[in-house]
């Protein structure tokens, strides 16, 4: 017999950024006990490191973030959720760099500047660029204003959605459209998607609303966490425990425990070393934070009543990505390299730059971040380069295979691409090479095993503009009291997933919960600056 556990208020499936937020919001305001349940060994969803040989460590999904400056509401729902433990080190003055076959750009963290350095290079285009960055602010406060609709009053709600027919076609076409009506020069229009990879959508596939919201993220700038991405969820953890709740590590979520179509519980495979043993948890909320397709799909029960179901199967898969983890035996800084972002291209077309069937060959584009040079308390030096592309198919065939013991035509593969992507980046900055002491490759089937997202999809539902039509990508569901939060609910990244999570913590709270949330945020500032 499972063993039975009901003394929480609130169950949330998965430790992301999203599951987090909410937890520690419904701890902290609203004094909730919260559970956390976690199939890894170690909390944190992307925000989570792992490291190797006792001293390398690397983040897996956390590179940089913005808006992070102190007045700005994204900085004070962190500030609040981690008990105002977490420090932001701020990047620097130039934190991307754009590289193509015959010019780089470098992006500054200043707005005026990077108008200015693109007027500079491309002055027959003035005009073009200056409409382009007011329609980039006039999409992404769109995407805030349809994302908190849905958590409005009535009476606020429908003010808002007649706002937002201002610009609504602007934002639901895709990025390629938007860029081909208003510019000439198709080296101006591939520098201005360089950050595809950050929504994992080439022009032609994104909406222009993604774009647009993750281009005004970095208006001013990016940051990245003291310590580490580590240091966010050991904070919010302490905060949600403080409450009297619970983060529950080894503990994988099999099943959503439905009753006359309302979630009382979660069935729980729990691991305690080599031992396994089957649990169940009950709370009068069911929040769930590992994608609306897995919750949907794999956790509820077939006998549950969705009218979208058939809508969520036939919606498009997101693309995949690899990562490869490089430890130095001296500092990068030696190649010049000062912890900005670099954006490297072979070609102008990144249409053709998500294909994977470059892999074996020469590779043709990547992300290339250094953690080391962005945290001031590192003390090894590493790096990570992330290529975005459709391959799952290179690896489906090992799928079924135990992660650890795949056949060695598996590693060959690996080991072929992990020398292309360090060839690229030799390519531009020759020298590299010769720095790497050590190098490890995570694959599609790596992010498949860890998040169960189909195809190792790197964000989850994709970006596209279809995406901003679906009623299932809320954080109310038709099952009463089960609830989304995350990167579904809102949009990807840390901050998108962050704000997922204060939307499902607001509709928790009841009618004007967003107005509590905001107040108790304004609240916590205050404290803070008395202090």
Request: proline share 4%.
């Amino acid at each position: 017999m499972p063993s039975v556990n009901s003394e929480f208020d609130i169950i949330i499936i998965g430790s992301g950024m999203g599951c987090m937020t909410c937890a520690a919001l419904m701890a902290k305001l609203f004094k909730k006990k919260v559970l956390v349940l976690e199939q890894h060994f170690v909390a944190g969803g992307f925000t989570h490191e792992f490291a190797r040989q006792n001293k390398y460590q690397w983040d897996v999904g956390l590179h940089y973030v913005g808006q992070m400056e102190n007045d700005t509401l994204p900085r004070q729902i962190f500030d609040l959720i981690t008990d105002n433990q977490l420090q932001w080190h701020k990047m620097s003055a130039h934190f991307e760099k754009f590289v193509y076959p015959d010019f780089s750009f470098l992006v500054s963290a200043q707005l005026d500047k990077y108008i200015a350095d693109l007027i500079a290079q491309f002055p027959k285009e003035a005009a073009a660029i200056k409409t382009y960055f007011r329609d980039v602010n006039k999409v992404a406060k769109w995407s805030w204003r349809h994302h908190l609709a849905s958590v409005f009053p009535l009476p606020l709600r429908l003010p808002v959605q007649l706002m937002n027919f201002v610009n609504k076609n602007k934002a639901l076409q895709t990025t390629e459209q938007y860029l081909s009506q208003h510019f000439q020069d198709d080296k101006l229009k591939a520098l201005l998607a360089s950050q595809w990879g950050d929504y994992g959508l080439p022009p032609s596939q994104s909406a222009f609303v993604i774009h647009a919201a993750i281009v005004h993220h970095y208006f001013k700038g990016a940051y990245y966490p003291v310590g580490g991405a580590q240091q966010i969820a050991k904070n919010i953890s302490a905060v949600v425990e403080k409450a009297g709740g619970q983060f529950l590590t080894r503990h994988a979520v099999t099943e959503i425990i439905v009753n006359n179509n309302q979630a009382i519980g979660v069935k729980v495979k729990a691991k305690t070393g080599a031992t396994e043993q089957q649990e169940e948890y009950f709370a009068p909320a069911i929040v769930s934070g590992v994608g609306a397709v897995n919750t949907f799909l794999r956790l509820l029960p077939q006998s549950s009543r969705l009218p979208f179901i058939e809508e969520i199967k036939a919606f498009p898969k997101g693309n995949t990505a690899l990562s490869l983890y490089i430890a130095f035996k001296e500092s990068p800084e030696k190649l010049g390299f000062k912890g900005e972002n670099h954006w490297l291209f072979e070609s102008y077309d990144h249409n053709q730059a998500v294909k994977g069937d470059t892999l074996l060959d020469n590779i043709n584009s990547c992300f290339l971040s250094f953690p080391s040079l962005k945290d001031p308390e590192a003390t090894v030096h590493t790096a990570e380069i992330i290529k975005i592309c459709d391959c799952y198919g290179f690896f489906e065939k090992w799928q079924a295979q135990a992660w650890k013991n795949r056949a060695p035509e598996y590693y060959d593969l690996k080991e072929k691409i992990t020398d292309n992507l360090l060839n690229l980046v030799e390519k531009h900055y020759p020298g590299f090479k010769a720095l790497v002491e050590y190098t490890e490759l995570s694959t599609p089937l790596t992010l498949e095993h860890f998040t169960h997202r189909l195809h190792g999809a790197m964000y989850g539902v994709p970006e596209i503009p279809a995406r901003y039509q679906q009623k299932w990508l809320t954080a109310k569901t038709p099952i009463k009291n089960l609830y989304l939060t995350g990167s579904d609910v809102w949009s990807l990244g840390i901050a998108g997933a962050m704000m997922g999570g204060v939307v499902t913590a607001s509709v928790l709270a009841g009618r004007w919960g967003l107005f509590k949330i905001i107040r108790g945020v304004k609240k916590e500032r205050v404290k803070n600056e008395k202090c």
